[in-house]
């Protein structure tokens, strides 16, 4: 089993800037792609920004130039810098990890979220 343990919501004014951290732990052999996805109120859950083991990021064209992924492999750990932040990113931000386990059996998990609510 993984546990992702995710830190750094908060409520921030408009044009503010905040820090999440995702830390993955348990039984991991490695880790492919590690992200975050976004669900605000009566909205779906989406992609705001994805990184892969092998360097390529993929970000969410609402987030592109503001918001920033990075990640310590040491650590197991993801990070989204996000910046020059909008009312219309506040959402429950979720980490996600695809996970290979030792026994080489691949699963996808999900944190249990971390609210970002951005003020005008």
């Known amino acids: 089993q993984v546990q992702l343990a995710e830190s750094g919501g908060g409520l921030v004014q408009a044009g503010g800037s905040l820090r999440l951290s995702c830390a993955a732990s348990?039984?991991?052999?490695?880790?492919?792609?590690m992200g975050w996805y976004r669900q605000a109120p009566g909205k779906q859950r989406e992609l705001v920004a994805m990184l892969a083991s092998s360097g390529n990021t993929n970000y969410a064209d609402s987030v592109k130039g503001r918001f920033s992924i990075s990640r310590d492999n040491a650590k197991n750990t993801v990070y989204l810098q996000m910046n020059s932040l909008k009312p219309e990113d506040t959402a429950v931000y979720y980490c996600?990890?695809?996970?290979?386990?030792?026994?080489?059996?691949?699963?996808?998990?999900w944190g249990q979220g971390t609210q970002v609510t951005v003020s005008s």
């Open positions: 348990g039984s991991i052999y490695s880790i492919n792609a």
């Open positions: 996600n990890s695809g996970v290979v386990h030792h026994s080489g059996r691949y699963s996808y998990y």
